[in-house]
């Protein structure tokens, strides 16, 4: 009976999903779509932080600066426009720290191929 449970515990432990990491930088959500190709597409972007060490933080997209704010006021959503795939950082040089994610462009332009909508074929 013990042999039984002690496998038991170890099989559900080895089985449990495995959680997203707490400590990582993200960006949610980190796709944006626009109509058609060309056009620049703005989102509102919520974003998770690490726990951060006393400093100042700085966010850039593209390596342009959307800003820099001590660690315990970093903004919660920043507002983005995408032009095309971006990266997104997060950096502090006081202790060294440099954190990333990619954010995506998609279009949904309509394809210009035409369906066929009946069979090409008739009996009558």
Not at 55 to 84: A, F, Q, R
């Amino acid at each position: 009976m013990r042999l039984f449970c002690l496998l038991l515990l170890t099989l559900s432990t080895i089985l449990a999903p495995v959680e997203a990491e707490e400590n990582e930088f993200a960006a949610t959500p980190s796709e944006c779509i626009a109509t058609e190709k060309g056009d620049l597409c703005v989102m509102a972007v919520a974003l998770t932080y690490p726990s951060l060490r006393a400093g100042e933080y700085c966010l850039t997209l593209n390596d342009e600066s959307l800003g820099c704010w001590p660690h315990s006021t970093m903004p919660g959503t920043v507002k983005i426009t995408l032009k095309e795939e971006s990266e997104l950082r997060l950096v502090s040089e006081s202790p060294v720290y440099h954190a990333s994610v990619i954010l995506t462009l998609r279009y949904r332009s309509a394809s210009m191929l035409r369906r066929r909508v009946r069979n090409p074929w008739s009996l009558f």
